[in-house]
C-alpha cells in the first residue's frame, strides 16, 4: 500500500480513539505533517523534541540517519550538525565570559587579539556578537572548507579583507564573527574555547551528547560510539552523502554536533533561569537597533515575533549535511529543536507550520 495512505489510515483510528480531544489531534497533525516530508523524499531524516512547561509533549524521530543501513532516528542519541544553531550555545559561554569579568562586550576586539590586521574603524565584541561589524561572510568554496585549521589559523581565510561597513552603522549575518569572538574568547580566557564551552555550558547544564566538530584536529568523531548521522545533500535522484568538510575552526558560528534532546535542554535553562542573570542575558536576547530599526538580532541569538505575533529567541541553521531549527518561546513556556541530516533542504515553510501547531496547543 501507498506509504501515505497506510498513514491516513492509521490516522483515522487515531481519530476514532482521541475523539475531540484538540491536543492530541494537534500532535496527530504535527506528527503527518514531518511524516509526509520523510514519505515525498524532502528529507532523508529528522529528529524532533519538545518541551512546554519543563515537560516533553513531543519527541520522535522520523526517516533515517543512515539511508543505506536503514538506520532509525532516536532524538536521545542520534547526532547531527547543528549549523547556526552553535551560536547560541556559544552565546551562552560568552555570556559567563562577561559575567565572570574576563571579557568585554564593549571593548575593542583588538584588545584581545592585538595581531589582527587593523581596519579603517576599530569594532567591539558586542558588535561581532551582533553581526554588526562588517566582517564579510563566506565566498565561493568556503562554505565546505576541509582544511584542519585551528581558530587562530582560519583567519587567514578572511583577515586581509576590508570591513563591509563602518561597525555598528548595517547589519551582516555571517560565520566568521564568531570565529573572531571564539579567537578573543581563547586569548582572553587562556583556555581552549571547546574546553571553555565543556566546562560552563556542556557540562552544567548535562548535554552529554553535544560535541565539537573534531577530536584533535581530525574530522570525525568514531560514529558507532557516537550514533552520528549520516550527512547528506539533496541530487537529482533522491540524496548523495555530503562532501567531507572541517568544521573545527567554526565551532562558535556552525560547528557543533548534538541532539534534539539536548538542545531543548539548553533552551529550557534560559526559560527555567538556570542561567545566569536578566542583568546579563537580556544584553544577549535583545534585538539590536540599526538606523532606528530592530535587525532582529541579539547577541548569538534570533529575537522576533512570528507571523502571529508571539515572541521567541532561538536559531535556524544550515550547514553542509545539516538543518536545524530551534526556538524558545517565553509566554507558552516552550521549547522546540528539529535537526535534519540533510543540506538546504528547503522545508522552512513545513517546519513553520509544524512550529505554529505545536505552539498553539493548549
Known amino acids: 500500500m ?14 476514532r480513539i482521541v ?19 520523510i514519505a515525498s523524499k524532502k528529507i532523508p531524516g529528522l529528529s524532533i523534541s ?34 547556526s544553531v552553535s551560536k547560541p550555545i556559544a552565546a551562552t559561554a560568552l555570556a559567563y565570559m562577561v559575567a565572570d569579568g574576563i571579557l568585554d562586550l564593549d571593548t575593542s576586539f583588538y584588545k584581545y587579539v592585538p595581531y589582527y590586521p587593523k581596519k579603517k574603524w576599530d569594532f567591539t565584541i558586542r558588535q561581532l556578537a551582533s553581526h554588526t561589524a562588517g566582517i564579510r561572510g563566506y565566498l565561493g568554496k568556503e562554505y565546505g572548507l576541509n582544511e584542519q585549521y585551528s581558530i587562530k589559523e582560519s583567519i587567514t581565510i578572511f583577515k586581509d ?5 563602518e561597525p555598528g552603522t548595517d547589519y551582516h549575518y555571517n ?41 584533535n584536529g581530525k574530522d570525525n568523531i568514531d560514529n558507532e560510539k557516537l550514533k552520528l548521522a549520516t550527512f547528506y545533500s539533496k541530487c537529482p535522484i533522491g540524496f548523495r552523502k555530503s562532501i567531507s ?25 534560559y526559560l527555567g533561569k538556570q542561567i545566569l542573570n536578566d542583568e546579563v542575558l537580556n544584553q544577549f536576547l535583545t534585538s539590536q537597533v ?73
Open 290 to 362: 540599526i538606523n532606528n530599526a530592530p535587525t532582529y538580532y541579539g547577541l548569538g541569538w534570533q529575537v522576533s515575533n512570528d507571523k502571529k505575533g508571539r515572541s521567541f529567541y532561538g536559531h535556524i541553521g544550515n550547514g553542509v549535511g545539516g538543518y536545524s531549527n530551534f526556538f524558545v518561546y517565553p509566554d507558552q513556556k516552550m521549547v522546540v529543536a528539529i535537526l535534519v541530516n540533510c543540506t538546504n533542504p528547503d522545508i522552512q515553510n513545513e517546519l513553520d507550520e509544524v512550529i505554529d501547531i505545536l505552539i498553539s496547543l493548549d
Open 175 to 215: 560565520s566568521y564573527d564568531w570565529v573572531l569572538i571564539s579567537l578573543a574568547m581563547e586569548e582572553a580566557s587562556g583556555i581552549l574555547f571547546e574546553d571553555y564551552i565543556k566546562q560552563k555550558v556542556l557540562l552544567p547544564l548535562n548535554l552529554e551528547n553535544t560535541y565539537s566538530a573534531t577530536v
Open 19 to 37: 475523539g475531540k480531544d484538540e491536543h492530541l489531534h494537534g500532535l496527530a497533525e504535527v506528527d503527518y505533517l514531518l511524516h509526509q516530508l
Open 161 to 165: 579583507d576590508a570591513l563591509l561597513f
Open 2 to 15: 501507498n506509504p501515505i495512505l497506510t498513514y491516513l489510515k492509521d490516522l483515522f483510528a487515531f481519530n
Open 50 to 83: 519538545v518541551l512546554k512547561d519543563g515537560n516533553s509533549i513531543f519527541q520522535k524521530g522520523f526517516g533515517f540517519a543512515d539511508i543505506s543501513k536503514k538506520t532509525l532516528i532516536n532524538p536521545e542519541t542520534t547526532v547531527f550538525r547543528v549549523a
Open 245 to 269: 568538510v572541517n568544521n573545527h575552526y567554526k565551532l562558535a558560528g556552525g560547528g557543533y554536533l548534538s541532539t534534539s534532546s539536548d538542545i531543548v535542554k539548553l533552551g529550557q535553562a
